[in-house]
């Protein structure tokens, strides 16, 4: 018998279970069409080596404290000269994740008569910063870059005298489609406001060497880019790229930046490696668009579903419970394919959320595709 102190929880558990959103952890097994390893690094021999290197020199696990206190290791420093060098920025400091990283960034950068105009579909740690932040917040359609544009010319014919913050992500993470970043850095242009990309699904597979999407655009005075290190990069934390004030203005501000225990020296020993794989190992990015070719063609001509040419493919099913069986049947057959429920995804949208890494092969993907095949036929009936 649950505890009086408890029902409430128990009631909203059990309202989940009956709309087939209840979550529950589940163990990593069978061939991989879950995970954002996408470049294979997490358990990479070079990789291994470097953490292994790493040890032996002295790098230790914990960093004993926030960075501005005695957490401030060299492993963290040299991550961030190393990572403002690749990126091709003047200022990265080093999160450990990517939730930290926008949470420290929309809470504190934009200021009290600013406006930040956000995509619909940005990432939860997004919306946790906006909703933290003194500037005020509106969310516009879907990659519509005129939906950005009339929602800050609304906001300043109504008096709005700050600065505008449009924030988007470059490739997005349930959808694997892509922002039309060339035109929303001309809209922010225009109203003198800045542009925040999250380039987190972009990183280490997009741009010149792997540096993501918006490459072309790094360096400029009103950009701030968030690149985390748990996807492509194989590793754990987050590098947010800024102008060089920005940076400093955040580790005097950014409360998820102070009062935070520094990230791990021996995982930004890592992250270190791997930016270095990323940009002397292009094999890797060649060989997931080949990957990615052979799965969107096969997708196309066999499912009917237009390929949207990234590494992330979502399938439609609509309803919960019956995207919950199929993953399911998926998963007893040996291949890691999970269901995407609301509210991670609008209501009516469950899918599944396949996802294409150097960890399978052509032939693993052929043979899930036939499971797949199979698995919807015996829905049908």
């Not at 450990?96 to 995509?119: C, E, H, K, M, W």
């Not at 579909?121 to 906006?130: N, V, Y």
């Not at 009103?222 to 590793?235: D, E, M, Q, S």
């Not at 520094?262 to 791997?274: D, F, K, Q, Y």
């Amino acid at each position: 018998m649950t505890a009086p102190m408890l029902t409430s929880y128990e009631a909203t558990l059990c309202g989940l279970q009956r709309k087939a959103r209840l979550r529950r952890l589940s163990p990593q097994q069978g061939v991989d069409f879950t995970s954002n390893d996408f470049l294979a690094l997490a358990s990479a021999p070079r990789m291994k080596q470097a953490i292994t290197a790493a040890i032996q020199r002295g790098v230790p696990l914990g960093a004993g404290g926030s960075r501005l206190l005695r957490g401030n290791h060299p492993e963290h420093e040299a991550l961030e000269a190393e990572a403002a060098t690749f990126f091709g920025v003047d200022r990265v400091l080093y999160f450990g994740s990517g939730y930290a990283a926008n949470s420290a960034l929309f809470s504190t950068l934009p200021q009290r008569d600013d406006l930040i105009v956000y995509d619909a579909l940005i990432h939860a740690s997004a919306h946790e910063g906006i909703a933290a932040s003194k500037a005020a917040g509106v969310s516009v359609e879907h990659n519509n870059a005129n939906a950005f544009d009339d929602a800050i010319r609304h906001w300043r014919k109504n008096g709005g005298k700050g600065r505008p913050w449009i924030a988007v992500e470059s490739l997005y993470s349930m959808d694997g489609d892509k922002s039309p970043l060339g035109e929303l850095v001309t809209i922010a242009d225009r109203h003198e406001g800045f542009l925040v990309i999250d380039e987190a699904h972009a990183t280490g597979i997009y741009g010149a060497h792997g540096r993501g999407l918006a490459s072309e655009l790094e360096g400029r005075e009103n950009l701030v880019t968030l690149h985390t290190c748990g996807k492509a990069l194989g590793v754990s934390g987050a590098l947010l790229a800024v102008p060089a004030l920005l940076g400093d203005y955040l580790v005097n501000r950014a409360r998820a930046f102070i009062y935070s225990t520094a990230p791990s020296p021996l995982i930004a020993a890592g992250v270190r490696e791997a930016l270095r794989v990323v940009d002397e190992e292009p094999f890797r990015r060649e060989a997931l668009g080949q990957l990615v070719a052979v799965a969107g063609g096969q997708l196309e001509a066999r499912f009917g579903i237009k390929p949207n040419g990234s590494q992330i493919q979502p399938i439609l099913i609509g309803d919960n419970a019956r995207a919950v069986g199929i993953a399911k049947i998926l998963q007893d057959e040996g291949f890691d394919i999970r269901a995407i429920r609301p509210p991670t995804v609008p209501e009516g949208t469950a899918r599944l959320r396949l996802s294409i890494t150097l960890n399978v092969d052509q032939l693993q993907i052929g043979r899930m595709l036939d499971c797949l095949a199979a698995t919807l036929e015996e829905f049908r009936r």
